[in-house]
């Protein structure tokens, strides 16, 4: 009988889930009948659902003891739940499903989700970009993948990112099969950079660029959109393969360029503001969408700008006109200086050719002076214009920056934009005379002005120079012209060649008349010869007639600070006068005895140094080019 009564009951086994029936709920415990010899207690707690706890209700449970202390079955729900759960999970795990939980709190790096067992979810794995601040998610039913399961410490780890990039993937898909170029869809902003906007079109993001966004011109993508707005943009362009698709906000409406050059003609003056600046010019806003440059080049007919801020600034109002339009490339050619006469087209009249104009020293260059015809309008003083008589090596010599000076107008480029302009042509040539007031043969008295190497200068009246090499110094076998005479001297002289068309004469020295007296700073003595110390811009071209090429010697120090007493720039070697025999071979040739008449000796060439440029007005640099740091482009 007590062997029939034991088999009537299960077979249970500790530690397995069995079913069992409700039969008593007693206030925080409810009793179990798992068909066992005793009833099992289970807390009211572990029923996550109250209802489930009624009476006659079935439900699951762990038997942990068949028998405890007081002889009662030991159960528990919560942890059969969890054995149950975790065999759904492994399930899951291997079949790849979707589930659905709850995020219930957050943890260090991510959150907890209950899935019926706690289960952690990453941050990074909440969704495709981040998204709200830390513990924003909390409380919200989402649906996940398990990425990660491990079986013996029973870790579950989750995912919603994949859930979503797995549904982009359809829905990318889905769109790239619908999209066609000029379609209008709506999508929301999700994020913006300083190059534009991203719209998710609903499940693939597609990029509104900066320069589609509006017509007019903006700084930055926040000036149109903000994040969260729902917007509708048209389909510029896209790529399957690539996965990109180009968005427009302007172009759902009609462009400002169409009919431009009926509302804009060329030569028309037109008021705009200036947006935008640059090194090579400024952008002048016509109308919301329709920018025109004015270029640098085109903001003033006389002033050289180093940058359009010395004329303008952004936000200014002005007056330009349309030099060029260009409806396919979106492009207009404005200028500001075009709004008023070009200045060079005046100069001619007002400076016909030989007019004496006043004017001050702009600035010095190697090859001449630039004088401020007016205000923007330079003409060059050539340094060949500068005098009549001496060599003038540099501008500097005569001329300083700052002085105002009297010119004659030489020439006129309006083309161009080249003034020639002459100092030396205000006084007739002093060498136009030479043929009347002096001969071969005649002798003459003057003040040795200059001595160098291959001989001494002899000034003459009215500025003339005449050159004494040192094979005519009235001594054989001279080693130095010192020896003979020095500046200051006062000499008499034989005119043994005159050339007056090439400025030059050559002279014999007879004899020392009077020697000079001895002082630290010798001077030529201007008072008794009438020849100048320095010469003056006008003054003579020592002659050239004499003497092999030798570098220049030292040039004197001022006799004054007076620009009128610049000691004289020894001019060119001249061609040397031709010594006592016909041909000499130690030296070039020598000139005839004083009775005969002397052959024609050779040119020779000028002293070392840098070529003298060409005449104004032979592929000089225009005034324009020449800046106040006196470094013309040549």
């Known amino acids: 009988m007590k062997l029939l009564y034991e088999e009537s009951f299960q077979h249970l086994e500790e530690g397995s889930v069995v079913k069992g029936r409700v039969i008593r709920v007693e206030r925080d415990q409810v009793l179990v009948d798992v068909g066992y010899k005793s009833e099992g207690v289970v807390s009211l707690k572990?029923?996550?659902?109250?209802?489930?706890?009624?009476?006659?209700?079935?439900?699951e449970v762990l038997l942990e003891q068949t028998e405890d202390q007081d002889g009662m079955v030991v159960l528990s729900k919560r942890k059969a739940d969890r054995m149950k759960n975790w065999e759904r999970l492994v399930e899951v795990f291997d079949s790849g499903e979707v589930m659905e939980g709850k995020i219930t709190c957050r943890v260090k790096g991510g959150y907890n989700v209950?899935?019926?067992?706690?289960?952690f979810l990453p941050a990074s794995q909440v969704s495709l970009r981040p998204s709200g601040p830390p513990g924003s998610h909390v409380g919200k039913v989402l649906r996940f993948k398990i990425i990660k399961l491990n079986r013996r410490r029973?870790?579950?780890v989750l995912s919603h990112r994949v859930v979503l990039e797995e549904e982009r993937e359809v829905s990318r898909d889905r769109i790239f099969k619908e999209l066609e170029i000029g379609q209008l869809r709506k999508g929301e902003v999700k994020n913006i950079t300083d190059f534009g906007a991203f719209v998710d079109l609903g499940g693939i993001d597609g990029l509104l660029h900066i320069t589609d966004m509006s017509w007019g011109r903006i700084s930055h993508p926040s000036e149109v959109v903000a994040v969260g707005d729902n917007i509708e943009v048209m389909v510029l362009n896209f790529n399957s393969e690539k996965q990109k698709i180009s968005l427009g906000l302007k172009q759902r409406t009609p462009s400002p360029w169409e009919n431009v050059e009926e509302r804009y003609p060329v030569d028309s003056h037109q008021k705009g503001r200036v947006v935008n600046i640059t090194d090579y010019g400024a952008f002048v806003e016509l109308e919301k969408g329709v920018e025109g440059l004015v270029h640098i080049s085109e903001m003033s007919w006389t002033r050289r700008l180093g940058h359009p801020t010395?004329?303008?600034?952004?936000?200014?109002v002005v007056e330009v006109v349309v030099l060029a339009i260009d409806t396919a490339k979106h492009k207009i050619s404005l200028g500001m200086?075009?709004?008023?006469?070009?200045?060079?087209?005046?100069?001619?009249?007002?400076?016909?050719?030989?007019?004496?104009?006043?004017?001050r020293i702009r600035n010095l260059t190697d090859y001449g002076a630039f004088m401020e015809v007016e205000e923007g309008i330079d003409g060059l003083i050539h340094v060949s214009d500068l005098s009549w008589e001496r060599r003038v090596n540099h501008p500097s010599e005569v001329l300083k920056k700052g002085d105002r000076v009297e010119a004659v107008v030489l020439s006129i480029s309006p083309d161009d934009k080249r003034i020639g302009l002459g100092i030396k042509q205000l006084h007739g040539d002093p060498w136009s005379t030479v043929a009347e007031d002096y001969q071969v043969g005649q002798?003459?008295?003057g003040i040795v002005v200059k001595t160098v190497s291959f001989g001494a200068f002899v000034g003459l009246e009215g500025g003339i120079e005449g050159l004494a090499h040192v094979s005519q110094l009235g001594s054989e076998g001279v080693v130095r012209v010192e020896d003979v005479v020095t500046v200051g001297d006062r000499v008499e002289a034989e005119i043994v060649r005159l050339e007056p068309e090439k400025k030059k004469m050559g002279l014999a020295i007879k004899k020392v008349l009077e020697k000079a007296a001895v002082k630290e700073t010798e001077a030529p003595a201007e008072a008794e010869t009438g020849v100048p110390a320095a010469a003056e811009p006008g003054a003579a071209v020592a002659d050239e007639s004499a003497g092999p090429t030798e570098p220049e010697a030292t040039a004197e120090p001022e006799a004054t600070v007076e620009p009128e007493a610049v000691v004289p720039v020894e001019p060119a070697e001249p061609d040397a006068p031709a010594p006592v025999e016909p041909e000499a071979p130690a030296e070039p040739d020598a000139p005839a005895p004083v009775e005969l008449e002397a052959p024609a000796e050779p040119d020779v060439p000028a002293p070392s140094g840098p070529e003298e440029p060409s005449q104004?007005?032979?592929?000089e640099p225009t005034q324009g080019e020449a800046g106040e740091s006196g470094d013309p482009t040549p």
């Open 46 to 59: 572990e029923f996550t659902d109250p209802g489930m706890a009624a009476v006659g209700s079935e439900v």
């Open 114 to 119: 209950d899935l019926g067992m706690e289960t």
């Open 154 to 156: 029973k870790n579950v």
């Open 310 to 316: 010395e004329v303008v600034a952004i936000g200014d």
């Open 337 to 359: 200086r075009q709004v008023d006469a070009n200045p060079w087209t005046l100069v001619k009249e007002k400076y016909p050719v030989g007019t004496r104009i006043t004017g």
């Open 443 to 445: 002798l003459i008295s």
């Open 616 to 619: 104004p007005g032979e592929a």
